[in-house]
């Protein structure tokens, strides 16, 4: 009988650790990342008081992210994730490198076969300085996200240059986590 106890409690100590590994990629869960200027974003003077929000949903295979940005100059932002959510360096530099699931990709749109998993392409502001981008990272789980970073740049990502798209400054950001 001990022996029968002693089975049954290691059995469910294993699916609560396999449940636990796999909670943030629940349906319903969601991931969001507040997105703040960058303390040097005084340099850019026209994308100063840049401020949103992005989500992240798990969607089957994929990753649904949806953007709301607004305090942008009109026009296009290069838009990507980031390897560390560390948002200490006044430019965002300590963010890291695009993130990169495979580490062997080059930059492109997110649409292309060739790009980082974190190249979510250009967020569009209008003419108010507001943009939203709803998209999906394709073969992602949304754990893989947790502890990464969104950050906007200052000018349009061309889509193809290496290592960024050759989108400028750094001039917004926010850490990913899940949603409190």
Avoid at 25 to 37: E, K, Q, R, Y
Avoid at 134 to 147: P, V
Wanted: hydrophobic share 35%.
């Amino acid at each position: 009988m001990l022996r029968l106890s002693s089975i049954a409690v290691a059995v469910l100590v294993g699916v609560g650790i396999v449940a636990s590994s796999f909670a943030v990629d629940a349906p319903g869960t969601i991931m969001t990342a507040t997105i703040a200027p960058s303390k040097a974003a005084a340099t850019q003077p026209s994308n100063t008081n840049v401020t949103g929000t992005v989500q992240f949903t798990q969607d089957n295979l994929d990753v649904h992210v949806v953007a709301d940005v607004t305090g942008l100059s009109p026009g296009k932002h290069g838009f990507h994730i980031h390897e560390k959510a560390d948002l200490s360096d006044p430019e965002l530099k300590s963010v890291g490198p695009h993130w990169d699931m495979a580490g062997k990709h080059k930059h492109g749109a997110p649409d292309m076969g060739e790009h980082h998993a974190g190249d979510l392409g250009n967020l569009i502001a209008d003419d108010s300085g507001k943009a939203h981008l709803d998209g999906s990272i394709k073969n992602a789980k949304l754990d893989d996200l947790n502890g990464k970073s969104v950050i906007v740049h200052a000018k349009e990502d061309d889509l193809k240059t290496d290592p960024s798209g050759n989108s400028g400054g750094r001039i917004a950001g926010g850490a990913i986590e899940p949603k409190k």
